[in-house]
C-alpha cells in the first residue's frame, strides 16, 4: 500500500476527503484541481494538517505540482469524484465530459473508481464510456469499480467491482477504523446505495410530513424530545443528489418513483418553508 500511485479527479469535499485518508497511509497522492488545471502533490503531513479542503484552500500551502496528463498516466488508481456544478439534464453531459478528460490518458493495467452516484444500471453507460475512451476492456486492460462516496465523512462499507472481482491493495487504502471492505458485483452495489438512499429520505420526509400537524406550541415542544430532535437542515440536503440521480435512472410510475419524488418533494417544501 505505502508508495502505491493514486490520483484522485476533483478538488471537492468528498474527494479531498478521501485523498487524505489515503495519503495518511503512504500512498503517492495526487489530487486534482480542476480549476487550475494541475494535479497536486498530497503528502501525509499536508493531509494531517489540512484535514478538509476549505482550511487548505484558505491557507494556500506550497505543494508541488506536475501536468494532469503525466499524474494520471502513472496512475495506479484514479479516484473519479469531481465537483459537479450543472443540475437537470445538464448534469450527465458535465459528468461525461469529464470523465472522459479523467480517464484519456490512463495506461493498461490501471483502476478506475467512479466516486459519483449513478442510480440504478448508471454503471454500464460509465463503463462502455471508458473502454471507448481508453481503447481497453474493463476486466481485461483496466479494471473498473463503484464506490459513491457518503457525505460527512462517512464511506460505503461495499465495493462495486466488475464481476465482483476483490483487490485487496484497494481494500487496504479504503480501509476506515480497521473495517474491511466487502467486493460485490456493481448492479449489487447499485442497489444497496439506492436501499441506504431511499432509506435515508423517505425516513427524514416522513417525520416533515409528519410535524406538519403540530400547529400548537404544546406539540411542538413534545416532539423536541424525540428521537429526531437532533435533526438539522444539512441532514435534509446531504445526499440529495444521489437521490436525484436514483430518479433519473428510472422508468414509469412505479412504487419506487413514488418514494424518490415524494422525499424530493417533502426536503424542498421543508427548505422553502
Known sequence: ?????????????????????????????????????????LKSEIAKTYPNVASLKEDEPLLGVEPIDVAISHSEYLFFAPRIRKTGQETKMEIHSKFKDATSALKKGGSVIFNLPTGIGGNNETISLLEHVTGLEVGKGISYFYFPLGTKNQTPEIIGSFNGEADD??????????????????????????????????????????????????TRNDLMFAEFKNLFLDDMTSGLYDLRSLGSSLEGAGAMMYLVNGSIKGIEGYVKR
Open 1 to 41: 500500500m505505502e508508495g502505491t500511485k493514486v490520483v484522485v479527479y476533483g478538488l471537492s469535499t468528498e474527494g479531498y476527503s478521501i485523498a487524505c485518508q489515503m495519503a495518511i497511509k503512504g500512498a503517492d497522492v495526487f489530487i486534482i484541481d480542476e480549476s487550475a488545471h494541475m494535479a497536486i502533490s
Open 169 to 218: 491493495k484497494l481494500a487496504k487504502l479504503l480501509e476506515t477504523d480497521k473495517k474491511e471492505k466487502k467486493f460485490v458485483t456493481i448492479s449489487s452495489a447499485e442497489l444497496f446505495h439506492a436501499i441506504k438512499i431511499l432509506s435515508q429520505f423517505s425516513g427524514i420526509s416522513s417525520i416533515l410530513e409528519v410535524c406538519k400537524f403540530a400547529q400548537d406550541n404544546n
